[in-house]
């Protein structure tokens, strides 16, 4: 079956950085993608990596492993705006998302 | 860049009453727009694919006889609930491709249901 794990809650302190995780299973897959969501707002596109490697864009970056089935999303200097939810999806073979559970990210002064 | 607009933003409505959401792609053709819903605090579950033109692809449990989707158009796709019920209540999300582009995922604002 296709699935998407990732944290269901992670706190990190304003100014510092935290890594959130992601690993899928897919069937055929065509990218990662990461997305912001805060409460009662739909999500907005963060980030897509499709290769290998470190995307780095401002003070988030995603990195992918595909032959790991893994992905993380990476943010610095946190701001008390960066409190969110973050959503991993993988495209599969069928270009269709499928979505992880999100990760809520508190972040404390 | 791509922009979505959906509406309305939100609506109360009662138990047996129809509700429908519009969703419409603003600077571009969206041939496929998608149809989520997230429950809270879960993540968001497609319950089905319109496609301009034709019938739309429902996912499985999803009633497509409950849950009315028409893509008349390249840029308007809408939602009816039919006969709502309370556990209907959830927030819905249309999003579309951009044609051409892999990542084009553009979302719409959503749409708090709460049927009473």
């Known amino acids: 079956g296709q699935n998407i794990d990732q944290p269901t809650e992670m706190t990190a302190t304003e100014g510092a950085i935290v890594q959130i995780n992601c690993t899928y299973q897919t069937s055929g897959f065509n990218g990662l993608f990461w997305y912001q969501q805060h409460a009662g707002e739909a999500p907005t596109f963060l980030s897509y990596n499709v290769l290998d490697g470190l995307e780095e864009k401002g003070r988030f970056s995603s990195f992918l492993s595909r032959s790991k089935g893994y992905s993380y999303l990476l943010l610095k200097e946190l701001q008390m705006k960066d409190s969110a939810s973050y959503l991993c999806?993988?495209?599969?073979?069928?270009?269709?998302?499928?979505w992880g559970a999100g990760t809520k990210l508190i972040i404390k002064p | 860049g791509a922009v979505v607009s959906q509406h309305p933003s939100w609506v109360i409505c009662k138990s047996g009453t129809s509700v429908k959401i519009e969703c419409r792609s603003l600077d571009f053709q969206a041939t496929t727009m998608f149809w989520y819903r997230q429950f809270p605090k879960q993540s968001l579950m497609l319950m089905a694919t319109?496609?301009?033109?034709?019938?739309?692809?429902?996912e499985q449990g999803v009633e497509k006889d409950k849950f009315l989707i028409n893509h008349a158009s390249l840029t308007l796709s809408t939602l009816t609930v039919t006969s709502a019920h309370p556990e209907d209540s959830s927030f819905y999300i249309c999003?579309?491709?951009?044609?051409?582009?892999?990542?084009?995922?553009?979302f719409g604002s959503g749409t708090r249901l709460t049927v009473v």
């Open positions: 999806a993988a495209m599969d073979s069928n270009y269709q998302l499928i």
């Open positions: 319109s496609n301009e033109g034709s019938k739309a692809t429902y």
């Open positions: 999003s579309a491709r951009q044609p051409g582009r892999d990542y084009g995922y553009t």
